[in-house]
């Protein structure tokens, strides 16, 4: 399988092989850390992180996945160069692009609600780094994907529960004050309807997702031979085997501030992934890809329960990137 030199913006764009070579690879980086045959692939090379929105946990594991594989992780905050941002001239794309394929190995972006005017606007810049780069572009989390996330997330729920197909993933909006993009849930739908769960996505009414995003999701249950439906309550939690919880934020959110949004959020403050939620399921995991907001989104009895994936599906994020960084930009 032949991954050398292909982007990442969103998994669906990659075949299912591709997608379980990546993940076998992960598996084999994560079950032998530091000694393995991937160990030197990224020896003299550099990642370049143009970072447009903060991080913690994706700007981490990328470094230290590119110095566990003998190469280096550069991060580069946008705001103190010279790009064309949300109304503010300056360099394009198309230049960057070229002028940082000659000293990286790849490049990585991330540019969220809060670098764009409007929803699309990151999928389309991180589109167009990618037409004219001459490395891999990696989506970091866009505004509608975050493609690393939903590996991360699937590695953890095959570990825990083998076989997919037919799983259910009972996927909550939950209220709080984070008001997040699409871009961990839609990559999580995509993916996790794509090898056979059962999904079920809630959320208050108001709260829709991409409806492109959604026919997507619909196609892929139809070629897994599973279901898909969307509630507006949470007692379609029965008999789920995997609890999603996240707050995100509402078709709104390009019109209205973000204190507007809060305020809509916290009107639905019954949202929350708590035990009585988990005692209708069948003993469901929790996940959520964090930061997660305590006493909101999840209580702390749920979070920190032997239930809980969220620390293992941050940790993963380390080892699908390595298998990322090795077969993308390692030797061919
Ligand atoms: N889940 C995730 O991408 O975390 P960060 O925003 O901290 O990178």
Redesign the pocket.
Known sequence: MELFGKDLITTQDWSIEEIEALLKVAKELKKSRFKNRWSNCLEKKTFLMLFY?????????FECAATELGGHAQYLETKSMRLKRKEAIGEEPKDVARVMSNYGCGIGI?ILEDSINKYGEGDKLIREYAKHAEVPVIS??HDKY?P??ALADLMALRTRLGNLKNKKLFLMWSSGHLVRSWS?VQAALLLLSRVGMDVTLTYPKGWDLDGEVIEKVKNNVASAGSGFEITHSLVSAEGADVVYSRNWMSPLRYQSSKEEEIELALKHKDWICDEQLIDRTNNAYFMH???VERGWEVTDEVVDSERSLIYEI?EN?LHVQKALLALTMGER
């Open positions: 929105n903060p991080s913690m946990r994706t700007r981490e594991s991330r970091m989390a975050h690393c996330q961990s890809p964090m930061p941050a994020r």
